[in-house]
C-alpha cells in the first residue's frame, strides 16, 4: 500500500522534473526565436521604408526655348548658355501648366515643383542646343511633398493647415495623374548628387565618396601599423615589463567607446596638430587609431599560427631574423590579417559618433575629390537626415542604410572568403 | 604641395639608393676585397638616412607651417581702432581672399594687404620647404656615403632600424592612449578651474547655457552632472533587463541544447545583430520603436515622452544582445564537461544540470560578460543621440525623457566650439568620466574573466 503511494509520488515528481526541463529548454529557444525576430523586423522596417527612395517623382512640362526671352542665339558659347535667363522660360512654362490659371493659383503650381528645376531646363539645353525656339515635353523633378504625398508618406485625410500642400494643390495633383503627366521613375539623384536642403535633390554621392576616402586614410595609416606593432610583438619583442604595458594597452584601448577617441581627434589632432577640420584626412586618422586595436589582435593571431619551423628553417639557411619574419612568416599570415583589416574597416565605415566630435557633421553640398577637402561620411549623413524635419528625409535616411548595410555585407563577405580561400592548416 | 614633395621624396630615395650602391661597388672594385655586406644592404643604409631627414621635415612642415603663418599675419596686421576682431574669423577671411580674388570685392584695405602678405609668405614657406627637403636629402645621404666602408656591417644596422621602426609601430598604441589620457586631463583641468568639481558630481542642476554675450538675461549655467549619470544608469538598465536575459537564455540553447546545424546558422545571424552600425539602431529607434512606446504609454495611460529612455534603452538592448550571447557561450562552453557528465550520472536533468551544476560554475565568466555588455552600453552613442532626449531629467520613470554623458558630449560639440568655454569644457569632463568608468569595468571584467579561465585550466 505505501509502496505504490511513494512509487505515484515519484512519478509525479519526475513528470514535474521533466516539464520543467522541457519549459527550461523551450525558454532558451524561445529567447534565441525573439532575438533573430527582432533582427528581422529591424531588417524589414528599415527596407520597407526605404525602398521608395530610389524612385523620384516627375512631372511633364512645356518648355519654349524661345530665344528671345533666353537672350541667347543659335551660337552663343556655353559660358553664355550658363547665363541664359532659364528661369524666365521656367516661369512661362509653369504658368502653362494648366489653362486659365489665376494669378495665386500659379503661385501654388511653383511649390509643385522642385527648386532644381532651372538646372534641369538648362542641362537638357546644353545637351542639345538645337532645341533652341521649339517647344519641348521635358519630365522634370517634383516638389519633396508631391513626391511623399504620391508614395503615401504623407496622408491627404489630415485637415489642411496641418498638411505641406493645400487643397488647390492637391487638386492639381489629381488633375496631373488624371492626365498622366506625372510618374515615377529611377532616382538617379540619390546616387549622383550630395547633400542638398531640398529632399528631392539630396543624394549620397558626396557622403559616399567622404565615406570611400575615409577608409582609404584608414586602411594606408592602420594596415602598416599593425603589421608592424605585431610582428614586433610576436617576433621581436623580449619578455618585459614594457612589452606587457604594450599588451594590456592594445587590449584595452579596443574597448574604450568610440567617442572617446572623437575627443582624442579634436583635442589632439584639431587643436594641437593643426590638422584641416571636417576633412577625411583627420576622421581617418581617427579611425585608423580605433581600428588599429582590432587589426592588430588579428594580425597577431595569423602570427602565431605560422608554424615556427618555417621560421627556424630560414634561419638555418642563413637568412637574418628580418629576412627570416618578413620574406617567410608575414607573408603566411597576410590571408588573415587582411581578413582582420577588412573586418576592421567595415567597423571604420560604420562609425558615427568619433565623426561627429571631429567636425565632419557640417552641411556639405559638394562631392569632396580630396583628402584635405572638407566632406561628410555615409554614416554621418544618415544621422542629419535622421535629424531633419523635412519629411521626405527619413525614406532617404533608410535608403542609405541600405547602401551601408549592403557594403558591410559585401566586406563580410569578402572576408569570409579570403579567410575559406587561404586559410592553411598546418 | 603634397603631390609634388611625395614626388620629391620618392625620387631622392631612389638616387640616394643607386648613389650609395655605386658607392660600394666602386670600393669593391678599387680595393678588390670583400665587403662585410652585400652591395643592397649599404644602398639601404643610404636610403634610410636619406628618407628618414626628409620625413622629419616634410611632417614638421605639415604641422607647424599654417600656425607660424598665422602667428605672423596676426602680429602684423593693421587693426582698426575701435573695430572688434575675432582672430579666427579674421584668419579665415584672409585665407579665403588669399585663394580667391573673387571674394576681395567690398573688403577693407588692411584684409587685401594682409591676404597679400598671407600669399606671399605661403609661397615663401613652400620654397623653403622644396629647399631644405632637397638639402637634408642630400645631406643625409652624404653623411651615409662616407660611412661606407668595406669593413662597414650595414646588414646590421638595417636590422636595427628595423626594429626601430617596428618598436615604433607598436608604441603607436600607447601613444594613442597617452594623447587620450592627456587631452582629457588637460581639457577637464580647464573646465573644472572654471567650475567646481564637487558642484560638478554632485549637484543636480544640469543648465549648460552660458550667456553669449555680456548682459544678456540668461541664467547662468549651472554644471551638475547628477541628472546625466542617472540617466545613462536608467537607460542602461533598461537595456541590460532586455539583452541579459534574451542573450544568457539563448547562450544557454545554442551550448547546451541546439544542434550543430542551428548552431552553424544562427551564429552568423546573431553576429550580423553586432555588426549593424549604431547609426542604424538609432534610427530603428527614433522611427519605428519610440512611436510605439508613445502609443504603448497612451494605451495604459501613461504619457510617454517621444524620446524616451524605454524606446533607446530597448533598441540599445537588442544591440547588447550579441555581446553577451557570444560571451556567455564561449565561458558556458569553457565549463568542463566532466561536471556536466558527474551532474547527468547522478540522475539530474539537462536543466537542473545547467541551473544547479553549470551556470554557477560559470557565474564568474558571465558576470564578466555583463559588466562588459554594461561598458558597451555606456559608451554607446549614436542611438542615444537620436532617440534619447537632451533635457536633464532626474527621475527614474522610463517613460520620461533623460539624456545620457554621450548625448552631452555630442551636444556641447556639434555647434560652435569655443574652447574658453565652460560648455564646450564640459564635453571633455564627461569624456573622461567615461573613460574611466568604461576602462575599469573593462579592466574589471578581463580579470574576472581570466581568473575564472585559469581556475578550468
Known amino acids: 500500500m505505501n509502496n505504490t503511494v511513494t512509487q505515484e509520488r515519484i512519478i509525479a515528481l519526475r513528470k514535474k522534473r521533466s516539464a520543467q526541463d522541457l519549459r527550461f529548454k523551450y525558454y532558451g529557444f524561445i529567447a534565441m526565436c525573439l532575438a533573430l525576430a527582432v533582427l528581422v523586423f529591424l531588417l524589414y522596417s528599415i527596407f520597407s521604408r526605404g525602398f521608395t527612395a530610389f524612385q523620384k517623382t516627375t512631372i511633364l512640362l512645356e518648355i519654349n526655348y524661345d530665344q528671345e526671352v533666353l537672350k541667347l542665339t543659335p551660337d552663343s558659347t556655353e559660358k553664355e548658355i550658363e547665363k541664359g535667363k532659364f528661369f524666365k522660360v521656367k516661369k512661362n512654362a509653369l504658368n502653362n501648366v494648366f489653362e486659365n490659371l489665376s494669378k495665386s493659383d500659379a503661385k501654388f503650381i511653383k511649390k509643385l515643383f522642385s527648386t532644381n528645376i532651372d ?202 631574423k628580418s629576412q627570416a619574419v618578413f620574406h617567410h612568416v608575414v607573408p603566411l599570415a597576410l590571408p588573415g590579417t587582411l581578413t582582420g583589416t577588412i573586418i576592421g574597416l567595415a567597423q571604420a565605415l560604420g562609425e558615427t559618433a568619433p565623426l561627429i566630435m571631429i567636425g565632419m557633421v557640417a552641411f556639405i553640398p559638394n562631392i569632396p575629390t580630396g583628402i584635405t577637402e572638407p566632406s561628410a561620411s555615409l554614416p554621418v549623413q544618415i544621422f542629419l537626415w535622421v535629424e531633419s524635419a523635412e519629411r521626405g528625409f527619413q525614406e532617404k535616411s533608410a535608403a542609405a542604410i541600405m547602401i551601408i548595410l549592403l557594403f558591410l555585407f559585401m566586406m563580410n563577405a569578402l572576408a569570409v572568403y579570403l579567410r575559406n580561400r587561404f586559410e592553411k592548416k598546418w | 604641395m603634397f603631390f609634388w614633395s611625395i614626388v620629391l621624396i620618392l625620387i631622392g630615395i631612389y638616387s640616394s639608393y643607386i648613389f650609395g650602391q655605386s658607392r660600394i661597388k666602386k670600393l669593391v672594385y678599387s680595393t678588390n676585397l670583400k665587403p662585410k655586406s652585400q652591395y643592397n644592404y649599404h644602398a639601404q643604409y643610404v636610403l634610410s638616412w636619406c628618407l628618414l631627414p626628409a620625413l622629419i621635415v616634410y611632417f614638421s612642415w605639415a604641422v607647424f607651417e599654417e600656425q607660424i603663418i598665422q602667428n605672423l599675419i596676426l602680429d602684423s596686421f593693421e587693426y582698426v581702432e575701435g573695430a572688434a576682431y575675432d582672430d579666427g574669423l579674421l584668419l579665415a577671411e584672409i585665407r579665403n581672399v588669399a585663394n580667391n580674388t573673387d571674394f576681395s570685392e567690398g573688403k577693407s584695405q588692411e584684409i587685401i594687404n594682409a591676404a597679400s602678405q598671407y600669399k606671399s609668405l605661403k609661397l615663401t614657406s613652400e620654397i623653403s620647404f622644396y629647399i631644405s627637403i632637397i638639402i637634408i636629402m642630400v645631406l643625409g645621404s652624404l653623411y651615409a656615403v662616407r660611412k661606407i666602408n668595406i669593413q662597414f656591417n650595414a646588414q646590421d644596422t638595417i636590422e636595427k632600424y628595423i626594429k626601430y621602426i617596428l618598436i615604433f609601430c607598436s608604441s603607436i598604441a600607447v601613444l594613442t592612449t597617452i594623447g ?46 547628477v541628472p546625466i549619470f542617472a540617466g545613462t544608469f536608467l537607460i542602461m538598465i533598461v537595456a541590460m533587463c532586455v539583452a541579459a ?35 542604424v539602431y538609432g534610427f530603428f529607434a527614433f522611427v519605428t520603436v519610440a512611436p510605439f512606446v508613445k502609443s504603448f504609454g497612451q494605451s495604459i495611460g501613461i504619457d510617454a515622452s517621444p524620446t524616451s529612455a524605454l524606446a533607446a534603452g530597448l533598441v540599445m538592448g537588442v544591440m547588447i544582445i550579441p555581446f553577451i550571447s557570444s560571451l556567455s557561450d ?52 549614436m542611438i542615444v543621440v537620436v532617440a534619447a532626449g537632451t533635457a536633464a531629467n532626474l527621475t527614474a ?31 571633455f569632463a564627461l569624456g573622461l568620466v567615461l573613460f574611466v568608468i568604461t576602462l575599469s569595468l573593462n579592466v574589471l571584467a578581463l580579470r574576472i574573466v581570466k581568473k575564472y579561465r585559469e581556475r578550468y585550466e
Open chain 1, 119 to 320: 538646372n534641369e531646363i538648362k542641362n537638357y539645353f546644353l545637351n542639345n542646343p538645337s532645341v533652341l525656339n521649339t517647344k519641348q515635353k521635358l519630365w522634370v523633378t517634383a516638389h519633396s511633398n508631391v513626391d511623399q504625398m504620391l508614395k503615401g508618406n504623407a496622408s491627404r485625410d489630415v485637415p489642411e493647415d496641418r498638411r505641406k500642400l493645400n487643397d488647390i494643390q492637391l487638386s492639381f495633383i489629381d488633375q496631373l495623374v488624371q492626365e498622366n503627366r506625372i510618374q515615377k521613375e529611377f532616382n538617379n539623384f540619390f546616387f549622383t548628387r550630395a547633400d542638398s536642403r531640398h529632399p528631392e535633390i539630396a543624394g549620397i554621392a558626396g557622403s559616399f565618396m567622404g565615406s570611400l576616402l575615409t577608409l582609404f586614410v584608414v586602411f594606408i595609416l592602420s594596415f602598416p601599423i599593425a603589421i608592424g606593432a605585431s610582428v614586433y610583438l610576436e617576433e621581436f619583442a623580449p619578455k618585459n615589463k614594457l612589452t606587457e604595458l604594450i599588451e594590456v594597452n592594445i587590449s584595452n584601448l579596443a574597448a574604450v567607446p568610440s567617442i572617446v577617441f572623437g575627443l582624442l581627434g579634436l583635442g589632439v589632432l584639431l587643436n594641437v596638430f593643426g590638422f584641416p577640420r571636417s576633412t577625411p584626412l583627420v576622421g581617418g586618422t581617427v579611425l585608423a587609431l580605433m581600428t588599429l586595436p582590432t587589426i592588430i589582435i588579428a594580425c597577431r593571431a595569423s602570427l602565431k599560427a605560422v608554424p615556427p619551423s618555417i621560421k627556424e628553417g630560414a634561419l638555418a639557411i642563413g637568412a637574418t
Open chain 2, 330 to 381: 564561449d565561458v558556458i562552453n569553457s565549463v568542463p564537461q566532466s561536471l556536466r557528465e558527474g551532474s547527468l550520472g547522478i540522475g539530474a536533468n539537462k536543466a537542473e544540470t545547467i541551473k544547479k551544476v553549470i551556470l554557477p560554475a560559470a557565474l564568474p565568466g558571465i558576470v564578466g560578460a555583463f559588466l562588459l555588455a554594461i561598458s558597451r552600453a555606456i559608451g554607446e552613442t
Open chain 2, 245 to 279: 536575459p534574451i542573450g544568457l537564455l539563448t547562450a544557454i540553447y545554442l551550448s547546451e541544447y541546439a544542434s550543430q546545424k542551428v548552431r552553424k546558422t544562427v551564429k552568423p545571424l546573431l553576429e550580423i545583430l553586432a555588426g549593424i552600425p549604431t547609426i
Open chain 2, 397 to 427: 520613470n522610463p517613460f520620461e525623457n533623460v539624456t545620457t554623458v554621450t548625448v552631452q558630449i555630442v551636444v556641447a560639440l556639434i555647434g560652435d566650439q569655443e574652447f574658453d568655454n565652460p560648455r564646450t569644457l564640459s564635453a
Open chain 2, 180 to 225: 587620450i589620457i592627456f587631452s582629457l586631463i588637460f581639457e577637464s583641468f580647464r573646465f573644472f578651474s572654471q567650475v567646481s568639481i564637487f558642484e560638478f558630481l554632485f549637484s543636480t542642476e544640469w543648465y549648460p547655457f552660458i550667456p553669449i554675450r555680456e548682459g544678456q538675461a540668461a541664467a547662468e549655467g549651472s554644471f551638475g552632472a
